[in-house]
């Protein structure tokens, strides 16, 4: 019998009683290999030395200082680092505990700037169908997935939702990569112009989309297109990469490939790698200035920002992976997983789609390849996956409703910067005898 609320209270689950490495392992001593870093947290793997004797070292010396009193060192530092690693983006940071409230800070960052700039009436945020940003009210306002969403909708602000950037289910016969974000970018266009232009705060969106779609890249030129609509009607660029930012798809800051600067960046998961629960928005010179400039004074807060053990262990995470080579890692490993996961799975009949970036990929299951029809959703495939690989010793990320909301099955994979080629190979095979074991108990049902 637990006391605790538990996720799903209809679940038992495995009692997780050490991390080794890529592998987690349980109260009966099984190893289960990380695939998915819980969801794209562990970048490190669950042992880190150099993290956990850093915020050790952080807790003898000062564990917390409310920050309505003291700034701290590592905050200080962490902030440094991170700014400078922005090349000019960025110029504060304003610490929190997790990507939720990095949302909801952002949010209120992005109106509060309006305010002092004497543009009260902008309102509006718009955000993508099929996103996930969070779950406190604002976040998931803000969010397109309509299963999370609906029976709090009484409760959530009027956020407004246009096409995510999905082309395997988005891009026409005939259509050009170009094109189709072309077509995207002018959908939001005129999105903001239906709603008079000048009342629009914010556009959202996960720079690589993470959980409800399952690690899909934007296509070439869609977020530089979507930059110069923003632009256009002074709406500002909120960037989520609270589970694609920190690494995970190559770069420490996903929005770096796509040729675009946001207004503002989300970022939280790798930011402490699961050593420490922390997130964190990066906001723009410009932004900070004109709040700065006016009341003075950013209207939020909450006890925990800014903690310094939390802080010291992010910035041990940033050693790792600037100092000790482990960011650079992730491109060659992300392309060898990739070459792994379209050796096994290329061919699959059930596998209509394989994505992603970094170590950052996923792979959409159909009941038929040709037409991409979804599975029926009762048969609940991803959640049958999810216990499947478990019983292999494997945790990967499986999540429906992929095609909207309802309908669709994928899986996200997003293993330790720390993998190793052999425990890539061990990832696709335990995750090949689990969709089998999966798919031969849906046909039996079926
Ligand atoms: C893109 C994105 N934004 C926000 C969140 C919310 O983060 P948290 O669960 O830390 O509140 C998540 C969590 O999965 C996420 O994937």
């Known amino acids: 019998m637990t006391h605790v609320f538990h996720r799903d209270p209809r679940n038992r689950y495995p009692l997780a009683v050490r991390g080794d490495g890529a592998y987690l392992v349980d109260a009966e001593g099984r190893r289960y290999l990380d695939a998915s870093g819980g969801a794209a947290v562990s970048c490190l793997g669950h042992s880190d030395r150099a993290v956990i004797e850093a915020i050790q070292r952080q807790l003898d010396v000062l564990p917390y200082a409310h920050t309505s ?164 009607y002074g709406v500002l660029l909120i960037l989520d990469e609270v589970m694609c930012g920190m690494g995970r798809c190559g770069s420490l800051f996903a929005y770096a490939q796509e040729g675009v600067v946001p207004d503002l960046v989300a970022i939280a998961k790798g930011l402490g790698a699961g050593y420490q629960p922390i997130g964190a928005v990066l906001a723009s010179k410009a932004i900070f200035d004109t709040i700065v400039g006016g009341s003075g004074f950013f209207q939020h807060g909450h006890t925990y920002l800014g903690h310094a053990a939390a802080c010291a262990g992010a910035l041990a995470v940033q050693r790792r992976l600037h100092e000790d080579g482990l960011l650079v890692r992730v491109a060659p490993l992300g392309e060898a997983l990739d070459t792994r996961l379209r050796a096994e799975f290329g061919r699959h009949p059930n596998v209509g789609d394989i994505r992603g970036r970094g170590l950052f990929r996923g792979i959409e299951l159909v009941a038929d390849r040709e037409t991409k029809k979804p599975f029926d959703p009762t048969l609940r495939v991803h959640a049958r996956l999810k216990q499947a690989a478990l019983s292999q010793g494997l945790m990967c990320y499986p999540m429906g409703g992929t095609v909207d909301g309802a309908r669709g099955d994928h899986v996200l994979l997003a293993p330790a910067f720390i993998v190793q080629e052999a425990q890539l190979d061990e990832l696709v095979e335990k995750l090949a005898r689990a969709l089998d074991s999966t798919l031969s108990a849906v046909a039996a049902t079926a």
């Open 69 to 232: 009193f003291f700034s701290n060192e590592p905050m200080e530092r962490l902030a440094d680092t991170l700014v400078a690693r922005s090349a000019g983006a960025f110029d504060k940071v304003y610490f929190v505990s997790g990507g939720s409230e990095a949302i909801e800070a952002a949010l209120k960052l992005a109106r509060q700037y309006f305010v002092e700039r004497g543009e009260a009436q902008r309102r509006y945020v718009i955000a993508r169908t099929q996103s996930y940003h969070g779950n406190t009210l604002g976040a998931l306002a803000v969010g397109g997935n309509p299963a999370r969403r609906r029976q709090f909708e009484p409760l959530l602000i009027d956020a407004k939702h246009v096409s995510p950037c999905y082309a395997y289910r988005g891009l026409q016969p005939g259509e050009s990569e170009t094109a189709y974000g072309e077509r995207l970018a002018q959908e939001l266009e005129l999105e903001i112009r239906r709603l008079d232009g000048d009342k629009v705060i914010a556009f959202v969106a996960e720079t690589v989309s993470g959980a409800t779609l399952g690690a899909v890249p934007p296509v070439p030129g869609y977020f530089r297109r979507v930059r110069e609509v923003c632009d256009r």
